[in-house]
């Protein structure tokens, strides 16, 4: 009996081992989708039979019916909401990828900015927002403006933190390269400290998107509750005082539809332009 | 006639390195009175044991460092483009693909990349790549990467190169098949190269000169000089007098670890 008779190869020049990686990974990509769906029906099940067979008060536990009642009859009240919100989030991520990305460059081309101002954005960063918004609210005459600020404190840091970081980070020898061939301060910046910078800089933009809004859920509920009603958390806290729980649950959950969608958003951003060299967006062998 | 191929006593003065001290920190001192001659088509390996300023001579002699005493002198001065350099690493940029990464040193000229294309596919030639153009770092091997961090470095013709052991971390076979490269690259382009090893072997087989050098502190214990004709070949590393020109340099080598210990 010859050894090639023994191995038992059934599709020319694929193992059973490499057989066997094929059929897992199938079932992985399936069940990445399936199992959360499945997750998400059989939870939304059994809230629904907890509040029908418990016969829970809406008023405490509304049931996924009357929540979804309330998403569809109060649609016209929640999508401006969400349009608000949206704008807060969006508006202030956008200010805080500015001001952090500039910070964080006239921190890495003078030290003596850096000395100076540095505290200081630690400082901004590690007062708690939710005591500061009281405050923007009083001197700030426009709420969206107040409520826009309070975002932005809280998204710009870990933009200013890791763009700094990563405008540092450059390879040490290339540094070397670029003093040889006699590369200008921009030159630097251009083609060494930036791209080193990208990869620290969408990791920042990350949670930077989620704290966005957070930041603007925060404003909302602070300032939005001197009766200028904003966005979807200031219509969420009046639903709380309403008892109307249908729409608190409804506002709740595209609160939350909107950070999946903004994480969403970064990931891909991330993706996009780190697929092609950087260590983060490849893909191994066997894995 | 190119000023490699004249022999050693005759070839014109390139690089005149006089009595050059470098102290750190007011009292560490890591190279002691370095005095060289570098003369154009020189091949020349600084060798020795680890702390004896063989890195440090070569940093000097970019421009990196000043030196605390002493003078490096170009002949005829220097100019932004009369240097080269390669490192332990590739030292490439991952985001950029091959070509762009050989382009960096034009680019820092002011120089786009269609106005270089033919200097820089000419250089990816020489070193055997110009199939990888297009292809990022992390698609090649160790020893790929090292031949664009060379490529890069003799792409704008420089009158030196400065390599600081650039194939340390390479496995033997690897490393052998980059020093036969070389020694042919730079038969091709006519350069000079100052090499920085702790290999006997390999200072051996590459250059006409070898500087051992000897550690705290940091200074020059001899000179040889290794008469064999170039174009070396593999059948150079089983020669007799290779054997007794490694015998040499070791002996020069052990010497300067003795004197040290």
């Known amino acids: 009996m010859s ?23 199938r079932i992985h990509r399936i069940a990445k989708w399936t199992l959360p769906s499945l997750v998400m029906v059989l939870s939304i099940l059994a809230w629904h039979l907890y509040v029908t067979i418990g016969e829970i ?18 649609w016209a009240l929640l999508w401006p909401a969400m349009m608000i919100t949206s704008r807060l989030t969006i508006l202030a991520l956008l200010m805080a990828i500015v001001g952090g990305v500039v910070l964080a460059v006239a921190f890495t081309q003078s030290k003596w900015a850096e000395m100076s101002f540095f505290p200081y954005a630690v400082i901004l960063q590690v007062t708690p927002v939710i005591a500061i918004a009281p405050l923007l609210q009083i001197y700030v005459e426009s709420a969206f403006v107040a409520a826009l600020l309070c975002a932005w404190i809280v998204a710009f840091f870990p933009i200013l933190s890791n763009t700094t970081i990563g405008l540092k980070s450059a390879d040490h020898n290339l540094q070397d390269l670029f003093t040889i061939y006699g590369a200008t301060r921009w030159q630097r910046l251009r083609y060494l400290a930036a791209p080193s910078a990208l990869p620290f800089f969408l990791g920042g933009l990350k949670i930077a998107g989620g704290l966005a809004l957070i930041g603007a859920v925060v404003a909302e509920f602070v300032i939005g509750r001197a009766g200028t009603g904003l966005g979807l958390a200031s219509t969420l806290l009046e639903a709380s005082y309403r008892f109307n729980f249908g729409r608190l649950y409804a506002a709740l959950i595209l609160i939350s539809l909107m950070g999946v969608v903004i994480f969403a958003i970064m990931s891909l951003i991330s993706h996009l332009a780190l697929r092609s060299w950087h260590e983060s967006a490849l893909k191994r062998e066997g894995q | 006639m190119p000023p490699q191929d004249l022999p050693l006593g005759q070839r014109p003065r390139l690089l005149d390195v006089s009595h050059v001290e470098k102290t750190f920190n007011g009292d560490v001192v890591a190279l002691k009175d370095l005095s060289l001659e570098v003369n154009e088509g020189d091949f020349i390996s600084l060798l020795g044991p680890s702390g004896c300023g063989k890195s440090t ?6 421009g990196l460092m000043h030196p605390t005493s002493g003078r ?27 070509a762009e990464n050989v382009w960096l040193p034009f680019r820092l000229r002011g120089q786009s990349y269609v106005s270089v294309r033919d200097e820089i596919l000419e250089a990816l030639k020489l070193v055997g790549l110009d199939k990888f153009q297009n292809a990022y770092p992390r698609e090649l091997s160790g020893g790929m990467k090292m031949r664009v961090a060379i490529a890069r470095a003799m792409v704008t013709h420089p009158r030196l190169i400065l390599m600081d052991e650039p194939f340390a971390a390479l496995d033997e076979i690897t490393r052998f098949k980059l020093n036969n490269d070389l020694l042919e690259l730079k038969a091709k382009i006519g350069c000079t190269v100052i090499f920085v090893t702790h290999s006997v072997f390999e200072s051996v087989f590459l250059s006409d000169r070898i500087i051992v050098m000897a550690a705290r502190p940091g200074r020059v214990i001899r000179e040889l000089h290794v008469d064999a004709p170039y174009p070396r070949h ?18 020069a080598l052990h010497d300067a670890m003795g004197e040290a210990a």
């Open chain 1, 3 to 25: 050894i090639a008779e023994e191995a038992p190869v059934t599709i020319a020049g694929v193992d059973v081992e490499e057989q066997a990686r094929a059929r897992r990974d």
């Open chain 2, 72 to 98: 490096i002198n170009w002949s005829g001065g220097q100019g932004a483009d009369d240097l080269g350099i390669v490192f332990q690493e590739p030292t490439l940029m991952p985001w950029a693909t091959v």
């Open chain 2, 234 to 251: 593999e059948d150079f590393r089983t020669s007799a007098e290779y054997a007794a020109f490694t015998r040499q340099a070791s002996e």
């Open chain 1, 57 to 74: 008060p809406h008023y405490i536990l509304p049931g996924p019916v009357r929540v979804a009642q309330s998403l569809v009859e109060d």
């Open chain 2, 57 to 62: 001579a070569l940093r000097l002699i970019s």
